[in-house]
Each structure stands twice: as structure tokens, then as C-alpha cells.
């Protein structure tokens, strides 16, 4: 289960006790969270392949058999994720940039812009 905030209030949750279910050891205290924290699991899986092909995202394709636009629809999710980013970018460099590249058609193209405006 992903909670990263306050179900009553909203406020950022901090971590207080870790516990081992194997040893029944629990450790109390005041526990700094990182940004993977953030992320669900897949979101994790995710980023491991990604550095494990470091960076290749027509390896990404192939690895997980999805379009370019999905990794980098997967990759901008992950992004707004860590940076705690609710607005997404008006800028349309990066799609133009892939459809002159031949990443994307021109109608994943258009999907993308069309996606990003409704965030």
C-alpha cells in the first residue's frame, strides 16, 4: 500500500518505526524517507531498467514491448512524482524534438500535446 500523506489532514507523514517480521525486531525513532519513497512499485521496477540500459529508451521499448511515447509518458509520471510537480509543462520541445527525430508519428504527436494540455 502507497501512503505518502495524512488520510485526515493531508500533511506529509514521517516515518517512526521500521519492523523485521522474520526476527520481530522493531526499531523506533524519527526515519528520513527518500524520493523512492514516492513511487509505487512499478514506478520502481521502472526506474531499474531504466538505469540498467542506462538511459536507452528504444531499449525500454524493446524490454517491455511498449511505444516510445509510453516510456516517455512513464518517464514524465515518475518525474512529476519526485519533484512533487501537480503542473505539467507547456512546453512542447520534447515532443516536437521526437517527432522530427521519427520517434513519434505525427498523430502520437498530436495524442501527447493533446494529453499534456489536459494535465
Keep these: ?14 516515518v517512526r518505526e521500521y519492523h523485521c517480521p522474520s526476527c520481530e525486531v522493531s526499531f523506533k525513532g524519527e526515519f528520513e524517507s527518500s524520493w523512492l519513497s514516492a513511487l509505487s512499485v512499478e514506478q520502481l521496477a521502472f526506474v531499474r531498467l531504466f538505469l ?3 538511459g536507452n529508451i528504444r531499449e525500454m521499448e524493446k524490454r517491455l514491448n511498449i511505444s516510445y511515447p509510453t516510456v516517455k509518458s512513464r518517464l514524465a509520471e515518475i518525474l512529476r512524482e519526485i519533484t512533487d510537480s501537480e503542473t505539467a509543462p507547456t512546453d512542447y520541445a520534447d515532443i516536437l524534438y521526437d517527432l522530427e527525430q521519427g520517434f513519434v508519428s505525427v498523430d502520437e504527436a498530436i495524442n501527447m500535446i493533446e494529453t499534456r494540455r489536459k494535465q
Aim: contains cysteine; aromatic residues 0%.
Design 1 to 14: 500500500m502507497k501512503l505518502n500523506s495524512c488520510p485526515m489532514c493531508k500533511g506529509e507523514l514521517q
Design 52 to 54: 540498467l540500459v542506462q
